[in-house]
DNA sequence: CACCATATTATGGCGTACCAAATACTTATC
DNA sequence: GATAAGTATTTGGTACGCCATAATATGGTG
């Protein structure tokens, strides 16, 4: 298992991470744990006390994240963590839906058993951090569940635009797992996907995939909303 | 006042690009324009010295550049100039098409006339400069077209994706639209676009923009393989 | 001559110190 | 009390230096 990309060798995955991306993971980890909320500034010298790194490092770092989209640049004032708004948490499901579902009706194609299986392995770990209320737990393998649907049709690259924006809505995402129902809601949601992928119906794969996401928008629009009622 | 992120307001959109910006531009056209290959080594002091800029910029530049896929870092080599497979090329081109046909769709179901004008209006910019051999003109009117399906729907979030993607097989944009025919097939296919946005068609629009990044992904497969006979 | 150990070089990774310009915050003066 | 002047704070940017590693050259030894 654990196959990565393209490797047929049985290289050791990262050997030695660089500092940069060490204190990368760190930053990034600390936006959307909630450590720094939407808005707080991100002073690059204090960074460099916390991460007990230099300025370089920390520099890169910011670029690096506001590319991702994670932090914002304000002119002559600096990096502050990035607001998301509902229009924008709106876009970022609706790609997220169509590229799902892209990757569902691919899968449904190829019709091959151990994507199946794989989808219900994940599922199955979902369904158990659920009972274990593990929500961090919830989050990685629903992440895993949707890796193997790309994965399996070789679709890296839409996979890692799928990552990017994930990363963006984390802390609605966490909130949208813990609501009411959600527990039953979304796993049979994906249960639906995996039967649509089982009997090679893509059509209907990409309907649900596409549900699934539409569902926990709607989810995540009322958690904005009711989170900020004035903007 | 300068409500955060997205500005509705008329204001200049740069007043002073920092230097950062500027080598990032620099470094960026200076790829796609094929000054360096894929493959090529960018050596920081090198880049330092023709950029006229500190390492501490073209660090910068290069770690953003790797975050747009653009430029790979080989670990303890340094980076290079991302290559381009035609798997990568073919991934590259579906997505476009899912976002594209989804942006086309949204276009359709608006019903907003003036989608329709400015539509004929950038699709004439590229009949008149394909009437010109203006190449460069193209893909530049090209761009403005989808920019329009993009932006009259507001969804910017998807736009900046696209762009992302766009950047990475500019080099196949521009040999695709060379190719024989393309000149009136390519337009032909973006009239069918804009009729089945005019009859409020969201399907017909999907599947039209959709067709025509399948051709143009046909036409780059070709042209890919045929530069690269034996990787 | 072949081979292995040792320099040398090139380069990225990382850190420190410094300067200039813009913004925000005090303080002093009228 | 309001305004002007001065002072931090912080980013944008530069310069320089050190270390680690990989590749290459060099040289000595059997």
């Known amino acids: 298992m654990a196959i990565g990309l393209k490797d047929s060798t049985i290289k050791v995955e990262r050997p030695a991470k660089t500092l940069r ?6 930053v990034r980890e600390a936006i959307d744990s909630g450590h720094f909320m939407p808005g707080d500034r991100l002073v690059e010298r ?3 006390a916390q991460l007990g790194v230099s300025r370089t490092i920390v520099r890169e770092v910011l670029r690096h994240l506001e ?27 609706e790609i997220r839906g169509a590229l799902e579902g892209m990757a569902a009706r691919l899968c449904a194609e190829r019709r091959d058993s151990t994507i199946v299986e794989a989808l219900e392995g994940a599922l199955d770990d979902i369904r158990h951090c659920y009972r274990k209320k ?37 802390h609605l995402r966490s909130m949208t797992i813990k609501t009411d129902n ?7 949601q994906m249960e639906r996907i995996i039967e649509a992928i089982r009997r090679g119906d893509g059509e209907g794969a990409y309907r649900a995939a596409m549900d699934h996401v539409t569902s926990a928008a709607a989810i995540a629009e009322a958690v904005i909303s009711a989170q900020s009622p004035a903007v």
């Open 21 to 26: 991306e060490l204190a990368l993971d760190k």
């Open 46 to 48: 204090d960074l460099c």
């Open 67 to 93: 590319s991702e989209g994670l932090v914002a640049n304000l002119p002559n004032k600096g990096p502050i963590v990035a607001r998301l708004d509902a229009d924008e948490a709106r876009q970022i499901y």
């Open 134 to 170: 593990d929500m961090p737990g919830v989050l990685a393998s629903t992440s895993a569940f949707y890796q193997v649907l790309f994965s399996k049709v070789d679709r890296h690259v839409a996979w890692g635009i799928v990552n990017l924006l994930t990363v963006r809505i984390n």
């Open 182 to 188: 959600r527990n039953v809601e979304g796993p049979a």
